[in-house]
């Protein structure tokens, strides 16, 4: 075989391998679609709590597509600080605001900038150093340090350069959260970058002039050794890069992914913080801007990979890697010791001279052996497995993040005890987002939280109602009906529980029967995100249609099953078994509980377990023992066939109520027992035990 069929027929097993991994176009697409409304979601969260005009932003390699399964990309989050201002200009200044000067001279490092904190009442500059983060230097400048990121990172972050790092914990990705500052201009270090053309004429004119929209960021770190490290600002263009890697064509993202996936393999292990994901991406996009765009396929993609690597190569022996808009940042300027660039460069040249045999000793994601398979001709490649799989990990997680922020949303209100200023902060809440669901992409998101909010309102105002002993007026069922499709299950359960509270039981039974009709169990997940547990493996079904479906809207509607949450204010539509969660926590529980137990002042429960008390409720009032029975039989099974449930000990709780209406007093104690041993502290079960004793030894006291 020639080299050149050689190369062609190594190159289109890879790619076909690649593309049953999920690193496809179809995937690359989805991941970034849901990535970008899990941005959205995020700011908008943050944006109601906080009451400020700030804004998150996905970066890195799950937003860009660029990752796979094995390689467990952490999820890169930027979030603006909204009371900061840079400015390039004094022009710029604006009254009221923190105004900072961005200074780039012969003493600040290529890439970097001292910030000069400016007065908030005049385009003049702050005289006194007062705050502990400002320091004064020799020529009467007072600048902002960066140390000042390190403010409210919390006991779980570490501090990873400017990023606040959050571990992987069971079930969720690890998380980098970099705090940074705005700047509305293109840097002047960056300006260079907009007139220059590489050969491969990429970036486009259109495209750098886009990115020159973008502005830039600061961000709290200095450079590595510098004598001014603890005043510089690294400046971010991050905006414009995730911009350029939306640009790419699938081989090369696949060139990235094979870099990464290297990188893991054969320097990661050996070499730790040496060379890094950022400096690879960097490489591959000046690989990309000095050579023709056809030149990337999938016939030439182990050409393209190896080209790449040599650039590398050549950047670790010179040390000099340079930023792909600002070239004046060195990359690598003083990041390896000898030892460390020697093992790089002999890794480096075994796997570039390996002709693409290096590539069967990668694990990650079982590369090597898929390679191997499919010159054995041992099985077929059938990319929707893999894509099933990565496609329901994505509509899960934007479940869990709606969720996540509905939760910090309503225990933000909850902690408001004045009922009247409740309602204004939920009303407030509805109507800031009614406004910006017509801000394009971010309709979606706006929808989904404010069809979560209208029905915490319009159950609030029920409550109202119900205990001044009025009818529930219309405007709270037409509030309800805004959130009954907020997913299979949860919206619909409230408003079941709103009229079993005022006793319309034939409503309530028709809306039963509608929710049990659209819950398929063997394709509805389980969303619960109160509490950090395993999750096991999605449903195969759930997956597949996850795979199938493009409109992600409809998927979260259509295939998951939210917690049902009670605020206290909506106590008179929650039935009475389950309000004793809303009180879950004596004095003595209290300091038990963690930063991630902000629930537990509301009642919650899993939409499946839920969805049989009612009917067993509903039932009972109807006299239909047989239903009845299948109802309280459903709910203890659903323990065993549903492995996904967070709140498990509140399930267990409402069965053990059902047995004591059942009269099964021996029942009902072993499954509040069941439900201590799976939470032992702010469980209600202790409450239930202590009150079912009381009424067994009630009539032997007597």
Request: glycine share 6%.
């Amino acid at each position: 075989m020639s080299e050149i069929d050689y190369t062609r027929n190594v190159s289109l097993r890879l790619s076909k391998v690649l593309d049953e991994i999920g690193v496809n176009e179809r995937m690359v697409i989805k991941r970034r679609r849901l990535q970008l409304i899990n941005e959205t979601i995020w700011t908008i969260g943050q944006q109601l709590v906080l009451n400020e005009d700030m804004n998150i932003y996905s970066l890195g390699s799950r937003v860009e597509g660029t990752t796979t399964l094995g390689l467990h990309s952490d999820g890169d989050l930027l979030y603006t600080l909204p009371k900061s201002k840079v400015i390039q200009d004094w022009s710029e200044w604006e009254p009221g605001v923190e105004n900072l000067l961005m200074i780039q001279d012969e003493t600040v490092s290529p890439g970097y900038c001292l910030l000069q904190i400016l007065r908030e009442d005049a385009p003049l500059p702050e005289e006194n150093a007062y705050h502990q983060n400002w320091y004064r230097d020799r020529i009467g400048r007072v600048l902002l340090k960066n140390s000042i990121v390190n403010i409210g990172g919390g006991d779980e972050r570490v501090r990873h350069g400017p990023a606040q790092s959050m571990d992987e914990r069971p079930g969720f990705f690890g998380r980098d959260i970099v705090l940074a500052m705005t700047c509305q201009q293109w840097p002047l270090q960056a300006r260079q970058w907009i007139n220059q053309q590489g050969e491969g004429q990429w970036p486009t004119n259109d495209m750098k002039q886009y990115c020159k929209g973008t502005g830039c960021f600061v961000v709290g770190v200095g450079s590595k050794g510098s004598v001014n490290e603890e005043l510089e600002w690294r400046i971010s263009t991050s905006i414009a890069e995730r911009f350029l890697m939306f640009s790419l064509n699938i081989t090369q993202i696949r060139c990235f992914v094979l870099m990464k996936m290297i990188l893991k393999t054969f320097i990661t292990t050996q070499c730790p913080d040496s060379i890094s994901s950022y400096m690879c991406k960097t490489v591959m996009l000046h690989c990309i801007s000095s050579t023709d765009n056809n030149a990337w396929n999938e016939n030439t993609l182990l050409i393209c990979l190896n080209y790449c690597l040599t650039v590398l190569y050549n950047c670790v022996i010179n040390d000099y890697c340079p930023h792909f808009i600002i070239p004046e940042n060195n990359l690598m300027l003083r990041r390896f010791t000898p030892v460390t660039k020697q093992i790089i460069l002999d890794r480096l040249c075994y796997i570039i001279s390996s002709n693409g045999s290096a590539l069967l000793e990668i694990e990650c994601d079982q590369l090597g052996s898929r390679i191997e398979n499919t010159f054995l001709r041992l099985k077929e490649i059938v990319p929707e497995q893999m894509s099933c799989l990565i496609s329901g990990e994505l509509v899960k997680n934007a479940a869990y993040i709606v969720n996540d922020n509905i939760t910090v949303l309503l225990i933000e209100t909850n902690k408001i005890n004045h009922i009247r200023i409740l309602l204004q902060i939920l009303y407030i809440y509805l109507m800031k987002l009614t406004h910006d669901m017509n801000q394009g992409h971010n309709k979606l998101a706006c929808s989904k939280i404010a069809k979560f909010l209208s029905m915490h309102l319009g159950s609030a105002l029920a409550s109202i109602n119900l205990q001044s002993e009025r009818g529930v007026c219309r405007k709270s069922i037409v509030l309800m009906t805004l959130g009954l499709n907020i997913d299979v299950a949860s919206g619909k359960l409230k408003l079941a529980s709103m009229f079993l509270c005022t006793g319309d039981i034939e409503r309530t039974e028709f809306i039963l029967k509608n929710i049990e009709e659209g819950y398929d169990l063997n394709i509805v997940e389980q969303v619960c995100k109160c509490y950090d547990f395993r999750k096991t493996k999605h449903k195969k079904a759930f997956d597949k249609l996850c795979y199938e479906t493009d409109n992600e809207y409809t998927l979260l509607q259509s295939t998951t099953a939210s917690c049902v949450r009670f605020l206290r204010c909506e106590i008179n539509c929650c039935p009475c078994e389950l309000q004793h969660e809303m009180f879950r926590s004596s004095q003595q529980d209290l300091p038990y509980r963690g930063k991630k137990d902000i629930w537990m002042d509301l009642a919650v429960v899993d939409s499946l377990p839920y969805l049989y008390f009612l009917q067993y409720k509903t039932y009972s009032h109807l006299r239909r023992h047989r239903d009845k029975q299948a109802a309280i039989s459903n709910l203890a099974k659903c323990f065993v066939e549903e492995p996904n449930f967070g709140h498990r000990e509140t399930a267990l709780n409402l069965l053990g109520q059902c047995m004591e209406q059942e009269n099964r007093m021996d029942a009902a104690l072993t499954c509040y027992l069941l439900s201590l041993k799976i939470r032992g502290r702010n469980n209600a079960a202790k409450l239930h035990i202590c009150r079912l004793i009381c009424s067994m030894l009630g009539p032997v006291l007597q």
